[in-house]
């Protein structure tokens, strides 16, 4: 008998009918012998109905009520799925986040979680209930109800998981695990097994989007095993996300080709070479909340260097109105811009004690004639700005040369 | 300096727009340097859309669960109003029931208030804050989500004035007050400046709606000055409720006309006069959850009696349906059912001490030619049942012999 944490999505919570797939997946795990949690979202679109609500009667919604509206969407899906189990025939019982406890800051619409309560929650497992939890949302030591920012539900299964020192957290998405790549750009992307912690990182913020990153981070540290799967398929073992130490010897080089379309790069060309440059650059963009991505500058030469960055490409047109007040402050000589930028990057821990990953990824792209931009890397990554318009391209020559579409020997 | 709690009802909140002129008037209030508890229903629609949802999950929604859904109602439109008061420059702070807290018993969707904690909500205060209170909902010992079941909102507003020892409960409805019939059916009818809790009760029950009956008994029972006003209207005093400590001399001996169009009649001819026959008719009804308003049973000739009493037209076919039975079970004689029926009453606590009441109110209806069909009656009120194509007829002509659009002297 294992105590398992599940986490449903939106979609999976999207009608009455999916509800009742989900209570039937459940009772399965349960009439196995199992202990279930289950943490939910609220129906898919609901938050953002709620949202939209409540800029309507404010256009900057105060936080602390904000988070009082939107958090009801999964105080609404937590009542439906027990009501589900219940008609199924399978014990069942709803906590919101205040009523676990789940102890959080109270940094109202992106609060961080402290402590969490097991005791309710054991008591009722033990009587043979399954304990479904409101994702997303918690309390502060004052009683008001705080959520944890978008996508916080997968942090609530995890954290709930190590809360309890569950077996495994399962988070069930609409995928059914993590990919080489996106199989819609390459059909012969294959489903990986295992991913370790970092590269899912890696995966996660270069655009994989299967899991919330801020849940793998809180994976990592509180060593929770952790699986991807899919919720529309009723066989599959998704992936599990493995420890470091977990990696066999054969873990292949490259995990994964991740890419990110929607990126703009911007460049302030001719910057005098001097301490203090990069802030007096990002710091206007930084103050104005646009996101930077990669940042790149390279050797000056005659005193002067060059300095880019990628911003989302929604952020283009303020990231460059800034900089028109920036370019002048600190004498630059030039602004470029391009809004069609993609971002590709290989992902993979074998990468560390492997030379020629990067010159191999190189050469293959120039094989195809795409010029790249810009470069950046890390411990378990490289990652290369390209025209948009060879994405797709780069995509695939990349997952072939790196041999992705071959199951390890 | 007075603490006025306001409950604005469903459709107050219906709309941002609405909600914003619901913030523009509380203001107004605190402006005045009045401190303010407010307490709000759902926003008009959205219990019922809950109640769908939770049905088309589960057939017969669980008690608890169904609490955690419905409740989410009140939660929104809390969060709502405290961002237009914020909005308005006002500081506001939302509360759920369970925040309060407000501790009610455990009878899932239709719990009592047992206790209120008023630390919080008096702390705001004092700091200036208008404190906004879900409507309808509460928790229970042990922490559950409780809800006080349909209209529970008035009762909320009464139980935190009495818990406040507030100077006024005012609830904010769709109409300016309680008037001495339906304005729609006699232009003539008059809004009243107070009426009695007795009245109140009387007219609530027999179809006016102003305010649910349970507040109504909750305000008498604490002794809450009670108000009801317009939620629509800039001006007016609306109708204090006073208690009969309070009534004047000139109290007029008649209030006014209640009525109500959709019953239906139902009769057993020929019922052996014997002791328990009343509960070997009406328990069968009862145990179909079937509502039961007028009941007549006359005196006996030649050892059989007839058996008489009223159901909500909707469940004429089923009660029918349950007599049949009934009827070779007693040794009945014969069934007769009218489906058209209407109630209409003159309530006032004044004709305790008057005669004739009855008597006139015959005589009116005999004039115009209205045949009754039934009578019953209590300390303050005088019930007939007749055809219902006469309704309308029968309130105006009762509303002009009892002088009810002359303002007293």
Redo the contacts between chains.
């Keep these: 008998m294992a105590l398992i944490v599940q986490k449903y999505g939106g979609t999976s919570m999207g009608t009455?009918e999916r509800?009742?797939n989900v209570a039937r997946r459940i009772a399965k795990f349960q009439a196995q012998g199992h202990q279930v949690v289950v943490v939910v979202s609220a129906m898919s679109g609901e938050t953002n109905r709620?949202i939209a609500?409540?800029k309507?009667?404010?256009?900057q919604?105060?936080p602390?009520?904000?988070?009082?509206?939107v958090?009801?969407g999964e105080?609404?899906t937590?009542?439906?799925l027990?009501?589900?189990l219940?008609?199924s025939g399978v014990k069942a019982?709803?906590y919101?986040g205040?009523?676990v406890r789940i102890l959080t800051d109270s940094a109202f619409t992106k609060a961080r979680i402290l402590k969490i309560d097991e005791d309710r929650m054991r008591k009722d497992l033990e009587e043979g209930c399954v304990v479904v939890v409101a994702g997303f949302q918690g309390v502060d030591d004052a009683?008001n109800?705080t959520t944890l920012g978008r996508g916080g539900s997968d942090t609530t299964g995890v954290a709930l998981a190590a809360a309890l020192r569950a077996d495994e957290c399962q988070i069930y998405t609409d995928v059914d695990g993590v990919y080489t790549t996106d199989p819609r750009i390459v059909p012969e992307a294959r489903k990986l097994d295992t991913v370790t912690f970092e590269e899912m990182l890696e995966m996660a913020s270069l655009g994989s989007k299967v899991l919330q990153i801020r849940s793998v981070e809180f994976a990592g540290k509180y060593k929770v095993r952790l699986r991807v799967l899919s919720s529309f398929q009723e066989e599959g073992e998704g992936t599990l996300i493995t420890f470091e130490d977990d990696i066999k010897m054969e873990q292949p080089i490259i995990s994964g080709i991740a890419f990110n379309r929607d990126e703009a790069k911007l460049t302030v060309l001719g910057v005098p070479d001097r301490p203090g440059i990069a802030y007096q650059i990002l710091g206007p963009i930084a103050d104005a909340n646009i996101d930077v991505d990669m940042i790149i500058q390279n050797v000056s030469h005659d005193g002067t260097t060059d300095f880019s960055f990628t911003v989302p490409r929604g952020e283009h047109d303020r990231a460059l109105g800034i900089l028109e007040g920036v370019k002048a402050h600190v004498g630059a000589r030039e602004l470029r811009a391009d809004r069609s930028m993609a971002k590709v990057s290989v992902v993979g821990v074998g990468m560390r004690s492997h030379v020629g990953i990067a010159s191999k990824m190189f050469r293959t792209l120039a094989e195809e004639g795409i010029n790249i931009q810009m470069i950046s890397t890390s411990e378990i990554k490289i990652s290369v700005a390209i025209d948009e318009k060879y994405l797709e391209l780069a995509v695939r020559v990349l997952h072939k040369a790196f041999e992705l579409d071959q199951v390890p020997a």
């Design positions: 009455p509800i009742r709620l609500l409540a309507e009667v404010q256009a919604p105060d602390r009520e904000l988070d009082v509206v958090s009801t105080q609404v937590i009542g439906l027990c009501m589900a219940i008609n019982r709803s919101t205040p009523q009683g109800i």
